[in-house]
C-alpha cells in the first residue's frame, strides 16, 4: 500500500487526470475509531500487535469498497486516503454515501473532499 509521499504523487497524478478529463474527483480521509488519540483503547488494553491487525484489517475493508481505479494509501500512523472520480452510474456524492455508511459500520470515521 503506498504510502504518503507517494499518495500525494498520486493524487496530483489523479488531480491533473481529472481536469483534464472535465471530470470531478474527491480525496476521502478514514480514520479507525478505536486506533485514534495518541494512547489508543487497542494498544493499551491489548497491546501493539492488536494495534497492528486492527489497521491491517481496515486497510483490507478500505480496499473491499475501493474501486481498481481508486487510489488507496497509508498516508499516517492510523490514516488512510482514498481518491476517487466521478463516474457513471455512480456519482461522488452517492459513492459518498455509500462509503460514509459502509465505514460507520465497520468502526471507521470517514470524511471528504470534493
Known amino acids: 500500500m503506498p504510502n504518503r509521499t ?6 496530483d497524478r489523479d488531480r491533473k487526470l481529472a481536469e483534464r478529463l472535465d471530470r470531478r474527483w474527491m480525496v476521502l480521509i478514514a480514520e479507525p475509531r478505536n486506533l485514534t488519540g495518541i494512547a489508543s483503547p487497542v494498544s493499551d488494553t491489548y497491546g501493539q500487535q492488536r494495534r497492528d491487525l486492527e489497521l491491517v484489517e481496515a486497510a483490507d475493508y478500505l480496499r473491499s469498497i475501493a474501486s481498481p481505479a481508486d487510489t488507496l494509501a497509508r498516508i499516517g500512523a492510523h490514516r488512510f486516503a482514498i481518491t476517487i472520480f466521478d463516474s457513471e452510474p455512480e456519482t461522488l456524492e452517492e459513492a ?7 465505514s460507520s459500520m465497520h468502526r471507521l ?5 470534493i
Do not use: D, H, K
Not at 6 to 11: C, K, R, T
Not at 96 to 102: K, L, N, Q, Y
Not at 109 to 113: I, Q, R, T, W, Y
Open 109 to 113: 470515521e470517514v470524511g471528504a473532499s
Open 6 to 11: 507517494s499518495f500525494l504523487a498520486l493524487a
Open 96 to 102: 459518498w454515501v455509500r462509503i460514509r455508511t459502509a
